[in-house]
């Protein structure tokens, strides 16, 4: 809607997020797409290293990985010092968990994101 002085007014122009929404969402979506990686990689909890999770919110990243049945031990987590760094987080994670990655674990990437779109990688660590 273009914007006029009215609609300012009234305040038209603000982005709303219906958070329990998004948080369904991205759980079920997260949580389904980690369940099918599993599965076509014929990977168990005890095969998965590593979780890399999308930084957005705690309790995502929890139900993920507890719909993969992964221990919170392996679940890579830097939210609380950076908070949402969007597209960076999933780097950033990489780049403070390093020194803990050895070669040949076995990592998934899990991503939600603007657009209500997600992705999972499954990539085995080379270094």
């Known amino acids: 809607m273009p914007a006029t002085e009215q609609t300012v007014k009234d305040r038209k122009h603000f982005i ?3 958070g329990k929404t998004v948080f369904k969402f991205a759980v079920s979506n997260m949580a389904d797409v980690a369940e099918r990686i599993m599965k076509r990689n014929n990977l168990t909890d005890t095969d998965v290293s590593w979780l890399v999770p999308h930084q957005a919110n705690k309790r995502i990243i929890d139900a993920t990985a507890n719909r993969m049945g992964l221990d919170q031990s392996k679940v890579l987590m ?3 010092r950076y ?3 969007t597209s960076a987080t999933l780097p950033l ?3 403070d968990y390093e ?3 050895k070669k040949g674990d076995n990592l998934v990437f899990a991503a939600f994101g603007g657009g ?3 992705g999972f ?3 085995k660590w080379a270094y």
């Open 99 to 101: 020194d803990k990655l």
């Open 116 to 118: 209500f779109t997600w």
């Open 121 to 123: 990688i499954y990539l």
């Open 16 to 18: 709303f997020q219906d």
């Open 78 to 80: 830097n939210i609380q």
């Open 93 to 95: 994670l990489l780049s």
């Open 83 to 85: 908070g949402n760094t």
